[in-house]
């Protein structure tokens, strides 16, 4: 492919896919550069730094994660069926998207944890906003009446997140064949445990 037939958001795909294998400090320039069969100052010209490159990667993967887990799941009725949609969502993410190397997110926080800079402030953002999501999919839920009024909802997405996390692990590094299985029925434990007496 020539570097004209090229977009930057092409560029980007590409490379949240590399990331998402060798990891964003991993990730040079000059290696995407020649994963493209571009030359260094043409991607340079697009980008100007590793920062810049690092940032724009996790700015292109969120806007990813939004269109392929947020906006289904929202699509689903208020409540719990939205709750689950989540769930699922980021399942199918982590399994389909990028089968190289699974979810950036989760590789990038094992790199950036302790950097300070650009990157890391991006990463956080974005792991807050998706932690706000689910809390913000449980309290409706419980204004709907599926949830009890006592969840903490913020406690549920904590929850939440952390079971997908250790689906992440469990499915990724150890290769447990129940990796999945388990995953769903710690989540349908997080639900009965939420609903109202008696549902």
């Known amino acids: 492919m020539r570097k004209g037939e090229l977009t930057h958001q092409a560029i980007l795909e590409r ?3 590399l990331a998402s294998r060798v990891g964003l400090q991993g990730l040079s320039i000059g290696g995407l550069a020649e ?26 993967a969120t806007a990813l994660f939004t269109e392929r887990v947020i906006r289904p799941a929202l699509t689903q009725p208020r409540g719990e069926p939205r709750v689950r949609a989540l769930f ?9 998207l990028v089968p190289e190397g699974g979810c950036i997110f989760v590789a990038a926080a ?16 974005t792991q807050r906003d998706w932690l706000d999501c689910l809390a913000q999919a449980a309290r409706i839920a419980v204004a ?7 969840v903490d909802v913020e406690q549920f997405a904590h929850d939440e997140n952390a079971l ?4 992440h692990h469990s499915a990724r590094l150890l290769k447990e064949p129940r990796a999945e299985t388990w ?5 349908d434990a ?3 445990a939420a609903r109202p007496q008696g549902s």
């Open 110 to 125: 094992t790199e950036l944890d302790d950097a300070p800079g650009p990157a890391r402030d991006r990463l956080v953002q």
């Open 35 to 60: 994963e493209l069969q571009l030359s260094k100052s043409g991607l340079f010209a697009h980008f100007r730094s590793k920062t810049s490159l690092q940032v724009e990667i996790l700015e292109a």
């Open 15 to 17: 490379a949240i896919q």
């Open 190 to 192: 997080l639900l009965r």
């Open 144 to 150: 709907e009446g599926h949830f009890h009024k006592d």
């Open 183 to 187: 995953a769903r029925r710690s989540f």
């Open 88 to 96: 699922e969502q980021w399942l199918t993410w982590e399994k389909e």
């Open 164 to 167: 997908l996390l250790g689906f």
